[in-house]
């Protein structure tokens, strides 16, 4: 018996190794890039022979990597902040009233995260030119709306379903007023919800590169993925290669370390809604 | 402490439908009542009014003095346990039992001892600082009665609080709230749906059917002297038997034979005017093995029923026999069925149980001389459901 | 939820009869009760129509405007001829199959894959949670990284994945070897969201029902394929609308990887080209609103064919 249950063990251990190897190669593979010497990017190997930050101070040097940087921080928190606020409050209502149309609300926002974004590119390009806000903060915070609030909706609807609403009453009964439970008790048993959710519509903003590459123009509002596309050499004969791995890389970390971090809550955000019996 | 009154109680909810029809109920201080039916009967809604989690849509709720109708559940005063406990999954069982001295601003030292004392009555204090999710069903169940007791409320309301415990559990812990409260001497107001409870836990029961007080009394007297078919057939374990019968000069035929009546009986079915159909109720104690009685001749009727199954229980065994003439149905026995989940094991005949003394020569297969005592029997009228031997319609 | 068990026939409790409210009179507090529901949603409700239905119907009357950035004075309203332009073009269609190989292929590949590491996700008892947090490393991953990644492998003379190829080989620069890279490097970013989707599915299988049907002499072939398979429809189903219709997106990958050459481009890409490159407006709209009435038409045949299993219908209460 003992043998089979270690052959066993053996054989789960090799399918773990592959899918862990299936998952990080291509990580690996940048971020080695990134570390190598202009002269050694070419050679194909997966360590770099000789190890150096060159690529990184390189990037951070130009303002055209570091204002980014900047710009995809602020978007990226602006939207994640407007959505989750406005979706907090839409998925409060969902979980908790009753009211006609609550359906409709979870199914229209359903079919606008479905949207094709490139459906939205022509008709905003026009518009954002026309109102002045076209390669502006405010120009990418608002087709990322369009993501970002039905995501939040849809996680947040789904996580305020869980909370044990029973625990209202008991507080009442306790002796609290409807402040002091929303306060004590149901606040603290929403927020790692709310939490997750942002998480993921961070991740969700972070991502976005077709509305990022198409309506901004310069530096002003450009994200780190849209300005990568567009990073040249440091000179006219050099590829940009290093470069770009090594901004890939410092825009990957933070997310590795979020996912890491709060492997579960994500798990179950993402799958949240999606099955519910 | 406090007595708590309702005076015409009604709760209609937004749709039309009555939820509690127009209770009346004096519960006095330190008393413990139950409320008892099967689910949707309004004991719960009940309940929720007197804790002020509903709104009384008519009538009168006085706790001590106090016309408390339009106070919200925090003046009150009152305390409660729910059913799924709602203990507050992000803190721990000290701050879950402090939580309401906390909310009325008492200082930290006396929520501290008061804590205390209440983990030490429930044998809690060495759980104190862990979270309810790392207890098991009945700490937690304890936890719940802990935030109860440390506030010395005016008032326990209870909601189904064990019935999600196990069946061994569930007995242990119905003793200790029963010494529990008998030491506190709080009034309580329990809700359940298991008549055993009801049983063994109230000072007096309240039985409800669909929105309707059905009878108050002791248990006692409940199951002695049910006042209609409902209350008879929901409180007893195992049920009261029903038969049809016809009444017949003095004299019930009944699938069992020809039933004569006590006198005092007939003399109070005449002053009624009974119908002449009827239905028969009698408790398995009803019966006794003749060939056992003290006294075969003059105890009563005598017939012979065979025996299906047998129980043997040890102090007692429990004979099951069915009777030809069809079963006894109305409204209320249906629902009583239901809710026992009687109705899905597809039984046509009419199933009689009755219980012998464990010394009975009765074996499955073979027939066996029973004996009737009359004096136990009740007559319900099947239009009104009404017992018409209860003492109060007798005199 | 530990609602007990309601016998057949007995009186609906009060809560029940609660809900049915919605046909009678309103009291006052439910009234408050939905205007507050209302009141909470429309922000959400009408930002979302904001950016969306606004944008789309400002697409629909561009696109029947003949509209050239180059020359804005003279747009001019042309009726339906840029659709009749576009779908007679053979680029449309080009561009059209070429999403809807990759959309079909990636997906069926997902669904496979994704099935077998929700598999192991859910049956390994050791390395669980290295699995899982390597698994969702792909999903967080920027999609624009992940495709230079990809780019940089299969890079002659700078890649360890060309390496293997025989010398010469430029396996982005045509057709069919770079449609399959893209979908290999669309595969490897979304399989692990499919995963864990399926692996929610997989833990709605309650483990009593296959041990019953282990006792009934069920095969694991069996199990999977009578068993786990039926009672995970709604997860698949969920799973695959998601990813379809995310997939029909496509457009990350393939500007990073190919920008759409070698007849490599996605509707998406078109679109983007029409409005970028040759800066013509009109087309550009009229391909936007086609991508549209595209996901529109799968999103319903999805709803249509699989009904009470599509997202949304779950939304109980």
Known sequence: MAAVGKTHATRWGVVNVVVVLYALFPVWWIAALSFKEPSTLTDGNYIPREWTWENYRGIFKTSEFTRALINSIGIALISTVIAVVLGTMAAYAVARLRFPGKRVLIGMSLLIAMFPPI?????????????????????????????????????????????????????KVDGATP?????????????????????????FCWNDFLFAISL??????????????????????????????????????????????FQRRIVAGLTSGAVKG | MA?????????????????????????ADGEFVILVGPSGCGKSTTLNMIAGLEDITEGTLRIGDQVVNQLAPKERDVAMVF????????????????????????DKATINSKVEEAARILDLTEHLDRKPANLSGGQRQRVAMGRAIVRDPKAFLMDEPLSNLDAKLRVQMRTQISRLQRRLGTTTVYVTHDQTEAMTLGDRVVVMRQGVVQQIGTPAQLYDLPRNLFVAGFIGSPAMNFLNATLEGGVLRSPLGDLPLEDRTRQA????????????GLRPEAFEDAALS???????????????????????????????????????????????????????????????????????????ELLVDMAKAHVFDPATGANLTHPERQS | MSMQAEPAGAPPPPEAKQAGQDRAALSAGARQERRLGWLLCSPAVIVMLAVTAYPIGYAVYLSLQRYDLRFPAQAKFVGLSNYGAVLSSTFWWQAFWVTLFITGVSVAIELVLGMGLALVMHRTIFGRGSVRTAVLIPYGIVTVVAAFSWQYAWTPQLGYLAELLPSGSAPLTHQWSALWLIVLAEVWKTTPFMALLLLAGLALVPEETLKAAMVDGATARQRFFKVVLPLMKPAILVALLFRTLDAFRIFDNIYILTSGAHETGS????????????????????ISVLIFIAVGIIAFAFVKLFGAAAPGAEVKR
Not at chain 1, 179 to 203: D, E, H, M, N
Not at chain 2, 5 to 24: I, N, Q
Not at chain 2, 307 to 324: H, K, M, P, Q, R
Request: glycine share 6%; hydrophobic share 50%.
């Open chain 1, 119 to 171: 459906s939205l590119v022509s008709p905003l390009f026009n518009i954002e030119r026309i109102v002045g806000i076209f390669d502006t903060w405010v120009g990418l915070i608002i087709p990322y709306m369009t993501f970002s609030l039905p995501l939040a909706i849809y996680t947040l609807s789904a996580f305020f379903r869980e909370i044990p609403w029973d625990l209202e009453k008991a507080a």
């Open chain 1, 179 to 203: 402040a002091q439970a929303f306060r004590l008790v149901i606040a603290p048993l929403a927020a790692p919800g709310v939490f997750t959710t942002a998480i993921l519509v961070f991740i």
């Open chain 1, 216 to 261: 901004t123009s310069t530096r002003a509002a450009r994200t780190v993925p849209a300005a990568i596309a567009f990073f040249t050499g440091s000179s006219q004969f050099q590829q940009p290669t290093g470069s770009i791995a090594a901004a890939a890389v410092v825009i990957t970390v933070p997310i590795i370390i979020f996912v890491l971090f």
């Open chain 2, 3 to 27: 007595e708590i009154t309702l005076e015409g109680v009604t709760k209609r909810f937004p749709d039309g439908s009555l939820a509690v029809k127009d209770v009346d109920l004096d519960i």
């Open chain 2, 83 to 106: 059913q799924s406990y709602a203990l507050y999954p992000h803190m721990s069982v000290r701050e879950n039992m402090g939580f309401p001295l906390r909310l009325a601003k008492v």
């Open chain 2, 269 to 280: 079915l005449e002053r009624q005017n009974a119908p002449r159909e009827v239905i028969v």
């Open chain 2, 294 to 368: 003290a006294r075969p001749s003059q105890g009563g009727p005598v017939f012979t029923a065979n025996v299906d199954v047998l129980e043997s229980l040890g102090s007692d065994a429990y004979v099951y026999f069915t009777a030809e003439g069809g079963s006894a149905t109305t409204a209320e026995l249906e629902e009583l069925a239901a809710d026992s989940g009687l109705r899905d094991t597809g039984s046509e005949v009419q199933q009689i149980v009755a219980r012998l003394d464990a010394a009975t020569r009765a074996r499955e297969g073979a027939p066996v």
């Open chain 3, 267 to 286: 509707v998406s890409i078109l679109g983007y080209d029409n409005l970028f490159t040759a800066l013509n407006l009109g087309i550009g709209s009229t």
